[in-house]
């Protein structure tokens, strides 16, 4: 085990946590001496017990955690979440650009609208009150970390943290949201550069972690930080360790990994994709994300485009098309293949090698010890 905070307060070998919506990904990670931490925002309880039933048998008695969405503001936050009513609010001008998109690239537009419903769980689990079933599901299994990826967690999930003897980890992208967090109470911050995949802020990971490590010390504060935001290699872990970081979380690097659930399509893209093929917008669920570069979103970015919505409008908006995109894109349609996207961060650049999510995690140990004997040695005798 590393001399880590984080080995120690997760019971794992090596501080690398993974982030990911595939279980097999989970598992691997866990099973070879990380952590894995399974994405449920958009599963109702069935869903979650399901996942998390398969994931505990195949872990191995392995460290896992869950993570949430639970934001501080939301388009109807505090209201009781009525998806219907939702989707009907979302303007005729986003429906019409969208059937134009796919228009464009020679896919019919039937049964999008329709299919607005299916981001009912995703509505519903970004409210306290989700947040507060999947948690109780969650804690019927031995989660060892329970996250929350965009704003203060609820206090639900704090309260039953501690309950729980569970650490809280949340994702933050600016140094006075790390103030906030660990004045909540969080016993995590995972600390998101810009480069990250998905939501994110603008300050660049290489800025970020130092500013929030030394605006954690002057407050007399000891919570560890994992670092994020565009790491997919050891020589980055090993970097942001040295600015105040004790481990790592990341999210894209297992994306292209054999055990991946992303379309095959999509992989190959980011196994191609150089670190300026993403683009951080709020065209896919209403906040900022950075994704990967396709004429979807290049779209959304045309001076002609309309203003996103809020979530979970956005998302509703978008999420039906690019569900039909994905299926077409893997049945060979040349329209769906050019637009179809995902969420990945600016260090898709170096992940261009199919890999094991284990193996993955070897090949970050290594070269976490290859840069860690640099460093030693330039300190000379």
């Known amino acids: 085990m590393m001399n880590s905070p984080i080995c120690s307060m ?3 070998e ?5 982030f990911s919506h595939c279980r097999d990904v989970v598992a691997a990670v866990s099973k070879a001496g990380g952590m894995g931490v399974f994405g449920a925002v958009g599963l109702g309880p069935d869903r979650l017990r399901e996942e998390l039933d398969w994931i505990d048998a195949h872990v191995d008695g392995k460290p896992y955690g869950l993570d949430l969405i639970v934001p501080n503001k939301y388009e109807g936050k505090g209201q009781k979440v009525d998806p219907g ?3 009907a609010s979302i303007p005729d001008t986003h429906t019409e650009f969208v059937n134009d998109i796919l228009a464009d690239h020679d896919i019919d537009s039937e049964g999008v609208v329709e299919s607005r419903g299916i981001s ?9 009150e989700g947040a507060s079933t999947s948690l109780e599901v969650g804690f019927e299994y031995p989660i060892k970390l329970v996250a929350n990826a965009l704003g203060v967690p609820p206090q ?8 729980h003897d569970v650490p809280v980890a949340a994702l933050v992208g600016a140094k006075e949201h790390a103030v906030a967090q660990v004045n909540a109470g969080v016993d995590i911050l995972v600390v998101a550069g810009g480069e990250a995949g998905g939501h994110c802020g603008d300050v660049s990971t290489m800025v970020l972690i130092p500013e929030v490590a030394r605006a954690v010390r002057e ?3 000891d919570t560890p930080i994992l670092a994020a935001g565009g790491i ?10 040295a600015m105040g970081a004790a481990g790592a979380w990341c999210g894209s690097v297992w994306l292209t990994t054999a055990e991946a659930e992303t379309n095959p399509v999509v992989k190959e893209k980011m196994l191609a994709a150089s670190s300026r093929d993403t683009v951080r917008s709020r065209s896919r669920t209403g906040k900022p994300s950075r994704q990967l570069r396709s004429p979807w979103t290049d779209a959304w970015e045309a001076e002609d485009a309309p203003k996103p919505l809020p979530m979970p409008m956005q998302s509703m908006v978008s999420e039906p098309a690019l569900k039909k995109i994905d299926k077409l894109s893997q049945g060979g349609h040349q329209g769906a293949k050019d637009l179809a996207t995902y969420w990945v961060g600016q260090g898709v650049g170096l992940m261009n090698q199919p890999l094991s999510s284990g193996q993955v995690v070897q090949q970050f140990k290594e070269d976490f010890a290859d840069a860690y004997q640099r460093l030693a040695s330039s300190l000379g005798d």
């Open 10 to 12: 997760l019971d794992i």
């Open 14 to 18: 090596f501080p690398l946590l993974a």
């Open 85 to 87: 009513k939702i989707a």
């Open 120 to 128: 009912s769980n995703f509505a519903r689990n970004l409210s306290d």
């Open 156 to 163: 639900v999930m704090l309260d039953m943290g501690k309950q």
């Open 219 to 221: 407050m007399g504060a």
């Open 232 to 241: 997919t290699t050891g020589e980055q872990m090993a970097a942001a360790m």
